[in-house]
């Protein structure tokens, strides 16, 4: 069975630029969530959708934006790009909303480099 | 204060060698916790759950004091191939954060021969 697959792998962009990267859950999870891990720190929450609908929303600014389509694949969209959005952005999908009885599978991630 | 911190580490240690990770939150609602374990340039991946009477899985015991606000994770004969960041991670399961981890910001391990 396919884990969590996220694309593409790495990305290189030029402050100002925006960016889609794109997160297919494991089959059956309902739940997408996106973090955002700098070097040498652990993940932040940025996103969580279940069924389509945003569940919860992480301390970051609005040039972070992000969807969930019907087959619950997801995307997370940053606008106006900045050199502190270089990070691994890593999607997890889970079956339920709850991250207590539900657990999170995380994808390789993306790495994003903003020059 | 960060949410959850950790021992900031490294640490290195020899084969066989037990060695122990503490973390602390802040939310005093938190209702879930959990160790993942990240590879170098890896995703993380869920180690295991804590629970209130503590837990073992094989080498790895965790243990969780609500009343300090403290978790620990302990892990006996040291494996090479425990080499790792290790991650504290809380659930706060509250209002629309149910869906949300609040990850440490990690202790690295490495175990030499």
């Known amino acids: 069975d396919a884990g969590v697959t996220q694309s593409p792998t790495h990305l290189i962009k030029t402050r100002g630029q925006h960016v889609t990267l794109r997160c297919s859950p494991i089959s059956g999870h309902k739940s997408v969530s996106w973090y955002q891990q700098v070097l040498g720190q652990g993940p932040q929450f940025i996103f969580q959708y279940y069924e389509k609908e945003e569940r919860g929303r992480g301390n970051f600014p609005d040039r972070f934006s992000a969807r969930q389509f019907p087959n619950y694949s997801s995307e997370l969209n940053v606008n106006a790009l900045l050199l502190g959005d270089s990070a691994l952005y890593l999607c997890?999908?889970?079956?339920?909303?709850?991250?207590?009885?539900?657990?999170?599978?995380f994808g390789n991630g993306t790495r994003l480099t903003v020059t | 204060r960060k949410e959850v911190e950790q021992d900031p580490g490294p640490f290195n240690v020899p084969e066989g060698a037990t060695v122990a990770f503490n973390c602390t939150y802040s939310?005093?609602?938190?209702?879930?916790f959990f160790w993942y374990r990240q590879d170098c340039r890896k995703e993380p991946k869920l180690l295991m759950s804590?629970?209130?009477s503590g837990n073992e899985d094989g080498r790895f015991t965790a243990q969780l004091n609500r009343a300090s606000q403290y978790i620990s994770l302990l892990i006996r004969d040291s494996k090479l191939s425990d080499s790792a960041t290790y991650l504290c991670v809380v659930n706060h399961a509250g209002g629309t954060s149910y869906g949300k981890l609040t990850f440490g910001q990690g202790t690295i391990l490495t175990v030499h021969p």
């Open positions: 939310n005093s609602a938190s209702q879930s």
């Open positions: 804590v629970y209130s």
């Open positions: 997890a999908s889970s079956l339920g909303d709850r991250a207590n009885n539900s657990p999170l599978h």
